[in-house]
């Protein structure tokens, strides 16, 4: 192991880990190397594209791949491991009839020419919730940019039905938790002769939605994700837009309908929590991005958000599965500042330290909404594929790194200390892949410091994955 800032350079392929995984296991006990912080129980739960071929195609982008759960489980010093694809209606389809049968993120199923006229203002909403999941009151719900949320076991990793009416054609699998109830607060976009944006929250039990706030808008924005403070919901608008119609019409994959125009700037408004009004938009300069890191109110009135960014959409090109398979770099995300100030209606953005990273995490029970000092990320120099871990200090405006040659990690999820004192006192909790080894192992590093506690490998690869949460089950 090593802790350094210096680039990784290790020629390695690391290819496997946009490979289909086919195999559904349960291992009781893995081989664990170091120990296991003797508190840390409970369960990893992670979702991720998992298969990229259907009969004779392969699906076009990293985002397109079907869903697979997979779960660590922590117990007295031990770790489990389970995996299973999501049995959505689109997994299932695809296993029935040998076809890519729904539209995915830049995949869409071969259709005739009168298929698709008749489908055209009717398309089949997938089901592939491979980019997130969430705990909201007793149930687990894994999520993607559609309106339909799938609850499983987390026990089992049995899909369990849509859990939640979302009201919009599109949303997030970002989710924030509302302190005040226990729901789940999400963007949507609905869209039709009138588009509007959208926030909503559903209540920890039950599945309909409030609509919070609302806002008309003519080309919407792509969206992943969005920031929460204690006294407004953040919206970014990058200018990654589309024009409903042409989504509706075009007969093009979804992300391909969608437009870059910078001249449009990046757009912030705030919507106020408790009356749903709207504020701004207040515009800075053209940026992209997927994750928004954590916002908070800044005491004279401003508002902070930080945010993983790129300097355009190219990103989205970069995650096509055949550039990635083929070893193509991915764009360095920069870890940006914006303050907002909505007396005045000007907006600062500052990068916050040098070293690439995105797929933030924070000690989010603590953090999320007030303001913070740690994020931690998988990182990446945008000469090869994400092959660190970076934890930054946002005080100093430091950074540590975790690589180890041959290796490549994904999302790092932070898990505190029971009875912690600091904001970083925890574990961090990342699939890597070994690419020499051709398999995967599960690292547990000390928050802090990026010291290795321990690893827990896996016989097969874990293909690299989005999003996951630590749960006390
Ligand atoms: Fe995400």
Redesign the pocket.
């Known amino acids: 192991m090593e802790i350094a800032s210096a680039p990784v350079r290790d020629g390695v392929d690391y290819s496997k880990g946009f490979e289909t995984l086919e195999d559904e296991t349960r291992i009781d006990s893995l081989p664990v190397e170091g120990e296991l912080p003797p508190w840390l129980a409970g369960s990893l739960l992670r979702t991720g594209p998992a298969k990229f071929e259907v009969g004779e195609r392969q699906m076009r982008h990293w985002f397109d791949g079907l869903a697979m759960l997979h779960r660590f489980a922590f117990a007295d010093g031990e770790v489990s491991y389970a995996n299973r694809f999501l049995e959505s209606k689109a997994y299932n389809a695809a296993r029935e009839t040998g076809e890519i049968t729904y539209s995915e993120f830049a995949t869409d199923p071969c259709r005739s020419l009168f298929k698709r006229a008749t489908t055209m203002f009717m398309p089949k909403l997938t089901d592939n919730a491979n980019?997130?999941l969430v705990k909201l009151g007793e149930r687990f719900v894994t999520m993607t940019e559609t309106p339909i949320a799938v609850e499983f076991d987390p026990e089992t990793l049995a899909a369990a039905g849509v859990a939640w009416d979302v009201p919009g054609e599109l949303t997030t699998?970002?989710p924030h938790l509302d302190r005040a109830t226990g729901g789940s607060l999400n963007y949507a976009a609905k869209l039709g002769p009138r588009n509007k944006y959208r926030f909503f929250l559903v209540p920890p039990e039950g599945r309909d939605p409030d609509v919070l706030a609302e806002a008309p808008v003519k080309e919407p924005a792509y969206m992943?994700?969005f920031g929460l403070t204690e006294r407004w919901i953040v919206l970014a608008e990058f200018p990654f837009v589309v024009n409903p119609l042409r989504l509706a019409t075009s007969g093009r994959p979804y992300i391909e309908n969608y437009r870059w125009k910078p001249e449009l700037g990046t757009r912030f408004t705030l919507f106020d929590r408790v009356t749903g009004e709207a504020s701004g938009p207040f515009e800075t300069d053209a940026v992209f991005g997927?994750?928004h890191v954590n916002a908070y109110d800044s005491g004279d009135g401003g508002v902070v958000a930080d945010i993983c960014t790129f300097p355009d959409a190219g990103i989205v090109e970069d995650l096509y599965l055949d550039r990635l398979r083929d070893g193509k770099p991915v764009a360095k995300p920069e870890l940006r500042r914006f303050t907002i100030d909505p007396a005045g209606g000007g907006v600062t953005n500052e990068l916050l330290v040098e070293d690439g990273l995105d797929?933030p995490r924070i000690n989010y029970g603590r953090c999320n909404e007030r303001p913070y000092r740690y994020v931690w990320g998988a990182g990446t120099d945008g000469t090869s594929y994400f092959d660190r871990i970076v934890a930054a200090d946002l005080e100093s405006r430091t950074t540590r790194v975790w690589s180890e040659p041959g290796s490549y990690p994904g999302e790092p999820v932070f898990v505190a200390a029971p009875g912690a004192e600091e904001e970083n006192e925890g574990a961090l909790l990342s699939v890597v892949l070994d690419a020499a080894a051709g398999t995967s192992y599960l690292l547990v590093l000390d928050a802090a410091t990026l010291e290795e506690r321990a690893r827990a490998r896996v016989p097969h690869h874990i293909p690299f994955s989005?999003?996951g949460q630590f749960a006390k089950v």
């Open positions: 980019v997130n699998a970002h992943h994700s997927f994750h797929l989005f999003h």
